[in-house]
């Protein structure tokens, strides 16, 4: 999730500083414009909301004695990856999740 919003950050940069800055653009490239930043800006939105169903998600599970069982072997070993993490607990997970959502792939500034 975060390696793709990485690779549309730079764009995204470059499509605010045209659409504040280049008296050229025509009003569809304007709009295309307009139409990706809000695109990107949503993307950063679902992963935070994503980020906080998973923060709840893990609580939930560990309130109710089912974190080891139903989530824990996922953070040992990543499927996708081939990561591995021999000693992952609940709290270090939650840790990691809190600053994924601290750390955002795209700063996005309200004006």
């Given amino acids: ?62 309130e109710q004695g089912e974190f080891q069982d139903k989530w824990l072997e996922d953070w040992k070993y990543n499927q996708f990856t081939g990561e591995t993490w021999e000693d992952a607990n609940y709290d270090e997970i939650q840790e990691r999740v809190s600053e994924a959502k601290e750390n955002r792939p795209i700063v996005i500034t309200e004006e």
């Fill in 1 to 62: 999730m975060d390696d793709g919003l990485k690779m549309l950050s730079t764009a995204y940069k470059w499509g605010i500083d045209d659409l504040e800055n280049n008296p050229y653009l025509t009003d569809s490239e304007k709009k295309r414009y307009q139409d990706f930043i809000a695109t990107v800006e949503s993307l950063v939105e679902k992963r935070k909301t994503f980020l906080d169903q998973v923060t709840s998600v893990y609580r939930y599970a560990k």
